[in-house]
């Protein structure tokens, strides 16, 4: 919907010194639900209204929490009067400061909060505020333990991932990041902040429509495989579009195509090809990660109405009525070309046997893989820079406990054959 939802009336405001605001609506008892779950990205701009039905569908009727640094009570009426899903209050709580995190009652509605949406705003002091503090530690254990289900919209769906885009330094564009994806500008963190399961190898990005998106999304990608060697995956939404995730990582994608030319995209670094990495990405010298035009596969899909196109990030490749692209950057230009569903089996295979040889999951999002197809067989793992893991056997499955996302290269040998099959870490 396009009309703007922030509204002008509230049925109560309350201050508490400086630190913070809180605007309260609905019933003043907590209540305790069941809630269901689930994490609800939104690309920024207005809120879509299915996508946020969603959002408070999984609350059962509980309460809902807006956290943001900087507006008022602009959600409280919308959420609770205007999208015709049964809750029981809306509370917006405004951190003024970083010592709003050391406030007992900030800290007990985000224990009773059902739901906890982080308005759009900057992400840098969303960060500096509250990571490392009681409100990040008790947001991830309101998912882990009370399965409360969290969303935030433009700079609140940009520190939902694992990995995230922190703009300490400020905001950067496409042009900036792509000539050189070391620019202070380019600041792609790890450090531990929201912890949701779906998103543990996810950098995410919003306001996709502009022009200075894409390229920087692909550069942090890029970044996070040379600085931290692991294999990120990156989604990222239009304006006025949301992807919706369940507890069991199925996508559900809302827009409003046709009427509007709206788009989400899930990219994750072309696992088909031996070398995933970029050729050149060093400081002051544009990105080049090109791997013949295959460097990444990416599923671009158009929100609907009522979520229809869907994605499933268990695989990162079964989704229903989206397209495959390539994307790739030669010397700091971004290309997009058509592609083909992404195949994460196999790599180098000699095997001619009748039945064929499977090893799965594959990217790996637990810790152990089946291989089937062999009856006796040994094997090893060996990572992008060479080290050698020696592997035990339990039958045919194997421990990878103790193997760190990346990209690895399973060597199998066994009933007069050998193998070579790539093999994909991301939990």
């Not at 929201?194 to 550069?219: A, C, F, M, Q």
């Not at 268990?314 to 997009?336: C, H, S």
Request: proline content about 3%.
């Amino acid at each position: 919907m396009r009309t703007v939802t922030l509204l002008s009336f509230f049925i109560t405001t309350i201050s508490f010194g400086q630190n913070y605001t809180s605007y309260y609506l609905g019933n003043v008892s907590d209540v305790v639900t069941s809630p269901k779950g689930g994490v609800c990205l939104m690309g920024g701009a207005t809120e879509h209204d299915e996508a946020m039905k969603w959002f408070l569908q999984q609350a059962d009727g509980g309460d809902v929490l807006v956290l943001r640094a900087t507006g008022s009570n602009g959600y409280n009426d919308y959420m609770l009067n205007q999208l015709g899903v049964a809750i029981n209050s809306v509370e917006t709580i405004v951190c003024n400061n970083a010592n709003a995190s050391q406030e007992a009652y900030l800290q007990q509605k985000i224990n009773q909060a059902e739901a906890i949406w982080f308005a759009g705003g900057d992400q840098w002091t969303y960060i500096s505020y509250w990571r490392n503090t009681p409100v990040d530690s008790l947001v991830n254990k309101a998912i882990a333990e009370r399965n409360t289900v969290v969303g935030g919209t433009s700079a609140g769906m940009a520190i939902m991932g694992k990995y995230y885009f922190s703009a300490q330094n400020g905001t950067v564009t496409s042009a900036q990041a792509l000539t050189n994806p070391y620019n202070s500008l380019v600041t792609v963190s790890d450090e531990p902040f929201l912890v949701n399961e779906h998103l543990s190898n996810v950098i995410t990005d919003t306001h996709y429509d502009s022009p200075d998106r894409k390229g920087r999304h692909v550069t942090f990608l890029s970044r996070i495989l040379q600085d931290y060697q692991a294999v990120g995956k990156g989604i990222a939404c239009d304006e006025y579009t949301a992807v919706c995730i369940d507890t069991l990582g199925f996508c559900k994608i809302y827009g409003d195509y046709p009427t509007y030319d709206e788009d989400v995209y899930f990219i994750q670094p072309n696992c088909e090809l031996s070398d995933l990495t970029p050729e050149t990405c060093i400081t002051s010298i544009p990105l080049t990660w090109n791997r013949g035009g295959q460097a990444l596969k990416v599923y671009h899909a158009k929100g609907t109405p009522f979520g229809t196109q869907t994605f499933d990030l268990t695989d990162w490749t079964t989704g229903t009525g989206g397209v495959w692209e390539y994307w790739y950057v030669e010397n700091g230009a971004l290309n997009q070309t058509a592609g083909t569903v992404i195949n994460c089996g196999l790599a180098n295979s000699s095997n001619n046997l009748e039945m064929p040889l499977l090893v799965y999951p594959n990217p790996v999002i637990g810790n152990e893989i089946t291989i089937e197809g062999l009856t006796q067989f040994n094997c090893s793992i060996t990572d992008l820079q060479g080290k050698v893991y020696s592997m035990k056997l339990n039958e045919n499955k194997i421990d990878v406990s103790n193997l760190s996302n990346g990209v690895y290269f399973l060597n199998i040998a066994g009933d007069s054959i050998q193998e070579l099959v790539k093999l994909v870490i991301a939990r």
